[in-house]
């Protein structure tokens, strides 16, 4: 037996993300004319901007490439992937059971066949699907710091099906009734991906997997104090001997 998904979410937070919003959404559309192209049936697919205080041209870039967008004033990654997530199922209209959520960055570029292996493992009755991240190019980042990037990420692999440990708000997929039980993205400052992972009802079936990665920007001039980039930065400041 299979689940049968009649629409798509997918939820972008982004505060002041002008500049890179574009790239992201261009790997999107792609990823949507992957699924008509390979899918026999490509769900329709609501795509929402969430603008968490900006103060740049986000709400305007966003709506000029399609993506409906709804303005908050948290500075909550949690909160405003939560306000995307609401606006998207508000808009698609179809049963929670029916509809699969996928979330990413305002920063990241995903794959071409992103969406076909989210809505393939929805599918295929997983629940929740948890994606992994590599460091994309643009901008570079130092060479040592990229390394010790890798030990950290990448500890404890030991084959292709790896069973990563990692949760990404920038690769992520959940059933929308599995995401309202568990009481979607909590308002908190950071963390929130982790947070709703937690809150997961005992048996819900959750995919940990490495097989279609995100690229995720590799800037250590970080929006969030706890986010990547801020790891990024003091994995930088925390090891002199980085290239510099």
Same mark, same amino acid.
């Given at each position: ?92 209209? /179809?049963?929670?059971?029916? *509809?699969? &959520?996928?979330? %990413? !960055? #305002? ?9 076909? $292996? ?80 937690? /809150?997961?009802?005992?048996? *819900?079936? &959750?995919?940990? %997997? !490495? #097989? ?9 001039? $970080? ?22």
């Amino acid at each position: 037996m299979t689940t049968v998904i009649d629409a798509v979410v997918v939820a972008i937070p982004a505060h002041n993300e002008a500049a890179t919003l574009p790239e992201t959404l261009r790997t999107l559309r792609q990823a949507q004319e992957r699924c008509r192209r390979d899918l026999p049936i490509a769900p329709p697919l609501t795509l929402v901007v969430a603008a968490d205080s900006c103060t740049d041209t986000s709400r305007a870039v966003a709506e000029s490439l399609g993506a409906e967008v709804v303005e908050i004033a948290e500075r909550s990654a949690g909160g405003a992937r939560a306000a995307a997530v609401s606006r998207g199922l508000d808009s698609c209209g /179809a049963p929670v059971e029916a *509809t699969w &959520i996928a979330t %990413t !960055d #305002a920063d990241c570029r995903v794959h071409p066949s992103w969406l076909v $292996h989210q809505l393939t493992c929805a599918r295929r009755n997983w629940q929740c699907v948890l994606g992994t991240v590599r460091l994309s190019a643009t901008p570079p980042v130092k060479p040592a710091v990229r390394a010790l990037h890798d030990a950290h990420y990448f500890a404890g692999r030991t084959g292709p099906r790896w069973h990563h440990p990692h949760v990404h708000g920038a690769n992520f997929g959940i059933r929308a009734d599995t995401y309202l039980r568990a009481g979607g993205f909590p308002t908190v400052p950071h963390g929130e991906d982790r947070a709703l992972v937690d /809150a997961l009802p005992p048996r *819900t079936r &959750i995919l940990r %997997t !490495d #097989a279609c990665p995100v690229m995720t920007s590799g800037r250590t001039t $970080h929006r969030a104090p706890h986010g990547f980039g801020a790891f990024l930065h003091r994995l930088d400041q925390d090891h002199p001997k980085a290239e510099r």
